[in-house]
């Protein structure tokens, strides 16, 4: 038996209410409730039958989940060492970011090593497919294509496929649609129909699933948030579209770590590996000059080295801009603060602008010495010591506080050249002859430096 509900879903929380309003109670969003036709079965089973499941114990020796190597080590890298069979990947990443290149790129690469792979898309044609793996040199990869967005056909067609397929990319899931709902594709009840069946036949069948998903003008994957919950692992892919350099970043990963990440450049053949990252960010680097410094960070295992730029200018507005573009606003402002009452250098009546370059974007309180310092040295026109990295935490009291994984750094940084290191005092310093070495417990020690 069969009952139609009509319901109104909000498209940005997946909140669900009777009756239609300009905003959602639920996450405050405006105009993003529509009307959902969701079909209900219903089964009866008589009362008599019981039905027992069978427990599992946790001492019961399992068979290791095997994984495959994507033959990309950047991509190993971000996963965790491979794709594993049976798990399901959401990648995200705005327009034209390089999501179906990267895909498209594994799927050709694998297929030739023998992995049996179909790439199911809803967004072009089959056409468009083989332009783009001609352009990549890649149109001789027995990939196997589907142009379908009815998930239905899509799992059928899939199952009776003999032989199995070993890799299952479907770009992009909110183009997909169940025809059992009747709402639009790209609705909440859509994405999640779909995505819980896509995820169904990957468990059955022990097959790789990587579903494409679109991002909000925020930045934030499209539709509700219980789609990152239902995969294993999620993928950002960033960058700027005018900027050749692509960053891959794992924000979930149930077989690896996390906010590990890959870093690619974009050519006219597909995607290509960048080996040493520290050694692109630091590429463009025009010597020393005032208003920059070098912050040694860590992004998931692999330690990076990137420009930190700052700029202040006078300004005659009542509040000045502050402009920040890889680093959070919200720190900057902190940093400012302190600046002015444990340093004595007030920013009031100067615009503020910070950047890192190469389009990372940094998490992690470790660069709050390296942004401290560039600040100083713009305000005052005078560089930092040559050949130096910096890297440090910094209190509300103007304490510089140790980080972690300092070694790693330390020596990330010697291998591209530098010969000085300003790190909070205590910092584990490795044993590297002719390395200088300059200790910081208060910001207002920075004065020395400038």
């Not at 114990?57 to 594993?84: F, P, W």
């Not at 990267?102 to 090593?113: E, F, N, T, V």
């Amino acid at each position: 038996m069969a009952k139609k509900d009509s319901v109104y879903v909000c498209q940005e929380c997946g909140a669900v209410f009777g009756k239609w309003s300009g905003k959602c109670s639920e996450c405050n969003a405006w105009d993003t409730i529509q009307l959902e036709t969701l079909s209900k079965s219903f089964s009866y089973t008589s009362s008599e039958t019981t039905i027992i499941a069978n427990f599992a114990k946790l001492s019961d020796t399992q068979e290791v989940q095997s994984r495959i190597d994507s033959n990309i080590e950047e991509l190993n890298r971000v996963l965790g060492g491979g794709l594993v069979c049976g798990s399901a990947v959401l990648i995200g990443g705005d327009p034209g970011i390089g999501k179906s290149t990267l895909l498209l790129q594994l799927a050709g690469i694998l297929s030739q090593d023998g992995v049996n792979c179909a790439y199911v898309t809803g967004e072009e044609s089959l056409e468009q497919i083989r332009l783009r793996a001609q352009r990549m040199n890649l149109v001789s990869a027995p990939v196997s294509l589907l142009s379908a967005t009815n998930i239905n056909e899509i799992i059928t067609t899939i199952t009776a496929t003999s032989p199995k397929f070993d890799l299952l990319v479907v770009d992009s899931i909110q183009t997909m649609f169940s025809p059992d709902i009747g709402s639009a594709p790209g609705t909440v009840s859509q994405v999640k129909a779909a995505t819980h069946e896509l995820i169904n036949l990957a468990k059955q069948h022990n097959i790789i699933l990587i579903l494409v998903g679109h991002v909000t003008k925020e930045g934030q994957l499209a539709g509700p948030k219980i789609l990152e919950h239902m995969v294993d692992t999620v993928l950002y892919f960033e960058g700027e579209r005018e900027n050749n350099f692509r960053i891959l970043r794992a924000v979930k990963n149930r077989y690896g770590s996390v906010n590990e990440i890959g870093v690619f450049e974009m050519c006219d053949t597909g995607l290509k590996e960048v080996v040493n990252p520290s050694l692109l960010f630091l590429g463009e680097r025009r010597g020393n000059t005032s208003g920059v410094t070098v912050f040694a960070g860590v992004e998931g295992t692999r330690p990076i080295l990137v420009e930190v730029q700052a700029l202040v200018a006078p300004s005659q507005m009542i509040a000045p801009r502050r402009a920040v573009v890889g680093w959070d606003l919200n720190r900057l402002s902190m940093i400012i603060a302190v600046l002015g009452v444990r340093y004595g250098l007030v920013l009031s009546a100067f615009e503020v602008y910070l950047n890192v370059v190469g389009g990372l974007k940094i998490t992690e309180p470790a660069a709050d010495l390296a942004v401290m310092c560039a600040l100083i040295s713009a305000t005052k026109n005078k560089p930092i010591i040559n050949n130096s990295i910096v890297f440090g935490e910094i209190g509300l009291s103007g304490e510089v506080r140790k980080v972690s994984r300092s070694d790693s750094r330390i020596k990330e940084a010697t291998k591209l050249g530098f010969n000085h290191v300003i790190v909070p005092e205590g910092t584990n310093i490795p044993n590297i002859p002719r390395l200088q070495v300059t200790q910081i417990s208060h910001v207002k020690q920075l004065q020395d430096l400038f």
